[in-house]
């Protein structure tokens, strides 16, 4: 592996690893790009099967975070760590406070929070070396219903590029997952006056959703090929996929999970069937939202304010997408990258220090 090459290829800033034999900590911390501000981005914890594994995904990771952190039009930039080892037996105390020194060493640089393996109490103990941690418990509190909401929001405006109309009411929408987001997504979107079908590995989350919304319920491998105008994934990635996108019998795909296209290519198959992707990083930009608005002293209001203006993002992405003639997952990059060029010509007006 090159890594000057690897950072090279999209124009890393920094890659920074981090190691301690007393606690065993073996981290590496990504920064993407600081164009708009701290480069934010949670803390994963995974078995990695190689150094090289972790590396990669630290990068892909951290790009990622600058693009949804730009679309979702915050004064950030993107960054990601992942600490490698076995999340049942390497966490400490000592572990997670050593990781916080490295991040306190950055000066700000890196802003990290919560992801996979990484509980409140992990970042308790960052938070006793370093100010640079978010999502803390007490504070911003739990992300999924800022998420769901601006989920929500970004389904009405997909909603009115295709159908001329926001309103929600007698469509047929199939949402596949049904946990902390999902729940509340189905919840916002039975009030605005949708027909639900859905479905869980969890029996107990359907039969909630079922009594509570008089949802219709199908099998997991059956969501898929239901007839419906929106189909929300809201539960794991790679869900539109070779064996997925030809079964879809809907218009729209919008909803939550993360890395929804198991290959850009398959961004290009829903549009040559005149299926509406809107790509997961600008509709679930809430989490960031929220964690963001907590580093300006936080404020529930004012969270779901700048939530719901991930509806005017999607209408934003989706007419660069008619000027450009591009799929919409090209076009949100595109709306990211134009965002960080235009404010990085504020930084050549001198500011004495």
């Known amino acids: 592996m090159k890594i000057f090459d690897l950072l090279e290829q999209y124009d890393y800033e920094q890659l920074m690893f981090c190691q301690d034999r007393g606690t065993g900590l073996k981290a590496i911390i990504a920064i993407h790009d ?28 951290a790009r990622g975070m600058t693009y949804k952190n730009a679309a979702a039009g915050l004064n950030l930039g993107g960054g990601k760590a992942v600490i490698m080892g076995d999340p049942d037996t390497i966490k400490s105390e000592e572990l997670f406070r050593v990781f916080g020194r490295f991040i306190e060493g950055l000066a700000g640089r890196y802003i990290t929070a919560e992801d996979m393996n990484i509980k409140t109490q992990d970042l308790a103990y960052v938070n006793d070396e370093t100010e640079f941690v978010v999502g803390l418990e007490g504070k911003s509190g739990d992300p999924s219903l800022v998420t769901a909401f601006g989920v929500f929001r970004g389904i009405s405006a997909a909603t009115g590029e295709v159908y001329g109309s926001d309103d929600l009411k007698g469509k047929v929408i199939a949402v596949q997952g049904l946990g902390a987001v999902g729940y509340h997504v189905c919840r916002h979107l039975h009030e605005a006056g949708a027909r639900l079908i859905v479905t869980d590995i969890r029996k107990g989350k359907i039969e909630r959703v079922v009594d509570e ?12 090929a239901v007839a419906c105008d929106i189909f929300t994934p809201c539960a794991m990635g790679a869900v539109i996929n070779d064996f997925t996108v030809e079964q879809l019998k809907c218009r729209i795909v919008a909803g939550s999970a993360n890395n929804q296209l198991a290959e850009d290519r398959h961004g290009d198959m829903l549009t040559a069937r005149g299926i509406l992707y809107i790509p997961d990083f600008v509709i679930n930009a809430g989490g960031v939202i929220n964690v963001y608005e907590e580093m300006r002293g936080y404020d529930k209001e004012r969270a779901m304010t700048r939530a719901a203006n991930i509806y005017g993002s999607i209408k934003c992405l989706l007419a660069i997408a008619r000027r450009d003639n591009i799929p919409t997952h090209v076009a949100a990059n595109r709306m990211a990258e134009e965002r960080i060029a235009r404010m990085a010509g504020v930084g050549t007006v001198y500011l004495r220090k």
């Open 34 to 61: 600081t164009t708009l501000g701290p480069a934010l981005g949670g803390t994963r914890l995974w078995n990695y099967e190689s150094e090289e594994e972790a590396i990669i995904d630290a990068l892909r990771l």
């Open 213 to 224: 919304m008089g949802a219709a319920a199908v099998a997991p491998d059956e969501i898929y």
